[in-house]
């Protein structure tokens, strides 16, 4: 399975990006796929996630109700739409499946930047 992610670019604070991550190969619709980011100077973390049996969202505190995950198993693809971006949103953003769905991400994009200004 690889992936491609893009959409990343330079916003102002406030603004809003979509994500987009092409999946080839593999069970897609199966996959649990999830976008991270790595903000400079810091550890990876995960930012949402999205199932692959009931398409049920997650999302981690700090962007509920500014990012949304969505999918489109026809064509193999996740999208992160991010509104009322912040500048501690300036990050590389990743996309990853997890074909076992165990919250183990075997597959990863290469990542785009988003970059925030203030």
């Keep these: 399975v690889q992936l491609q992610a893009s959409g990343g670019g330079l916003v102002q604070a406030g603004g809003s990006r979509r994500l987009s991550c092409q999946a080839s ?3 897609f619709s199966r996959y649990t796929l999830a976008w991270f980011r790595r903000a ?3 550890e990876r973390e995960w930012v949402a996630r999205i199932s ?3 398409g049920s969202t997650y999302y981690r505190d700090f962007v509920k109700g500014r990012f949304t995950i969505s999918r489109d198993d026809d064509k193999k693809a996740v999208y992160l739409q991010m509104n009322n971006l912040k500048p501690e949103d300036t990050a590389v953003y990743y996309c990853a499946a997890d074909p076992t769905r165990t919250l183990t991400f075997d597959y990863w994009g290469q990542g785009t930047l988003v970059t925030v200004s203030s």
């Design 25 to 27: 190969g593999g069970a």
């Design 40 to 42: 400079p100077g810091r």
């Design 52 to 54: 692959g049996s009931d």
